[in-house]
């Protein structure tokens, strides 16, 4: 079987649901190191990362047949995947206990040691471009909201506002990131 080089969203989806390997292949060549950058930011451990990627290719290939074309792009519905999964990972009790084992220095060593890469291409469609957008806090509560990992609430703790305020500006970075977003596509 030869490998696809290019497929539209559209057909790209249709032959995930008939379960075409060689388009699962073409979504891993083509979105694997975006979805690793986003995945990265979160977890900050390659291994972990590592371990997140399969697990967000095998959510994606087994609930492709979930996604909805009208509700968004496959792009976003794959992030959003890859961040919930992500997420879910450093919130694991294994994850936890593990991190607060480390001594600080060995944290900042392991930091050192992995020299994380991430291709180039991981924001290939421009998405710091388009946070840098947004006002100045908006744009930290969504990267701290969807990048970091944090829930409001957290995030509420962590820049000492009120809870109320934190949903009124993402609602707001939101609505103006799905402007934006329009002027993209």
């Not at 290019?6 to 249709?14: A, D, G, P, V």
């Not at 409001?152 to 707001?172: S, Y």
Request: charged share 25%; net charge neutral; aromatic share 10%.
């Amino acid at each position: 079987m030869s490998p696809i080089h290019y497929l539209e969203e559209k057909t790209l989806i249709s032959l995930l649901q008939n379960k075409d390997q060689r388009a699962f292949n073409y979504l891993y060549d083509n979105y694997a190191g975006a979805l690793y950058g986003v995945i990265i930011r979160i977890v900050l451990s390659k291994t972990y990362a590592d371990e997140v990627i399969q697990d967000v290719f095998v959510k994606i290939w087994n609930h492709v047949d979930t996604f909805d074309a009208t509700k968004g792009r496959l792009y976003t519905w794959m992030i959003h995947i890859a961040r919930n999964v992500a997420i879910d990972c450093i919130k694991s009790k294994g994850v936890q206990n593990e991190q607060k084992n480390q001594s600080l220095p060995n944290v900042v060593d392991d930091k050192e040691k992995h020299n994380f890469t991430i291709p180039e291409n991981v924001d290939f469609i421009g998405f710091k471009n388009v946070l840098n957008e947004l006002k100045t806090d908006w744009k930290q509560l969504i990267e701290m909201a969807y990048f970091e990992g944090y829930t409001q609430q957290e995030i509420a703790v962590k820049l000492d506002i009120p809870l109320g305020t934190v949903k009124t500006r993402t609602r707001g970075a939101l609505l103006e990131l799905k402007k934006i977003l329009k002027e993209y596509q």
